[in-house]
């Protein structure tokens, strides 16, 4: 059994004028050896940018982007002529595929705080997409409700393309969720407020957990929660 736990307080991060920002992986100009990622997971950003400012047109290619928002806003344009605004709980989706090229900006008047999590696609020379959608937090108490996916088993959630499925549940101090993995896949979770244990390891508010070989991981709300978890392929 394998819980590896990446401690916020020791993340990789990076600050400027407009921008503070909290690596769980190896990007950009944070380089670990021992942070490259889980399975076809690369990136989970911990982003805050400050109201009226953001992220100015460029591109990507062959990667699928979700952006989880925790608090505020974010407000999108690409190339393919789509626009949109993302509200906190909500997600939204970039299949970068063959290329495409947006803009993340904070209109708001106050910060806004999301997690950008990257992950491999199965295969590259897909066309581009972009979508979002609300997920309700009283549609995710207590129970994992799946918000992104690229697998044929998982209904109800925005497409991807990959063999991963990113959950949410909240939880109140106390209660338990458990998630299946059965010694066959891994996961990456972080717990988007609140500290809970898992499998009777505590886990502190955005830090983040490698999970590996495990059956069944258990986890346990100490206070009032909201969790994210990435479920993975081995390799």
Same mark, same amino acid.
């Given at each position: ?32 050896? @021992? ?37 505020? %806003? ?7 002529? @789509? ?43 897909? %066309? ?33 393309? %990959? ?28 717990? %988007? ?5 898992? @499998? ?36």
């Amino acid at each position: 059994m394998t819980l590896e736990v990446f401690p916020f307080e020791r993340l990789g991060r990076f600050d400027n004028e407009w921008l503070s920002t909290r690596y769980h992986f190896s990007f950009a100009g944070y380089h670990d050896s @021992n942070r490259m990622g889980v399975g076809p997971l690369r990136v989970w950003n911990d982003d805050r940018v400050a109201p009226g400012t953001g992220f100015d047109p460029h591109p990507h290619q062959d990667m699928e982007i979700i952006t989880y928002v925790r608090h505020g %806003a974010i407000s999108h344009r690409d190339s393919l002529g @789509n626009e949109g605004r993302t509200e906190a709980g909500d997600v939204q989706v970039m299949s970068a595929g063959t290329g495409i090229v947006h803009s993340e900006y904070n209109l708001e008047e106050e910060s806004t705080d999301f997690f950008q999590i990257w992950i491999m696609p199965d295969r590259h020379g897909r %066309a581009p997409r972009w979508d979002t959608r609300a997920f309700p937090k009283s549609d995710r108490a207590g129970t994992l409700v799946p918000l992104a996916s690229g697998r044929k088993d998982v209904a109800s959630a925005l497409p991807i393309h %990959a063999d991963a499925t990113l959950y949410g549940v909240t939880l109140l101090a106390g209660q338990k969720v458990s998630f299946d993995l059965n010694g066959a896949r891994q996961a990456y979770f972080v717990p %988007a407020t609140g500290t809970l244990t898992a @499998n009777g390891v505590l886990v502190d508010e955005r830090s983040g957990v490698a999970v590996r070989d495990i059956e069944t991981l258990t986890m346990i709300a100490q206070t009032d929660s909201e969790l994210l978890l990435a479920d993975l392929p081995e390799g």
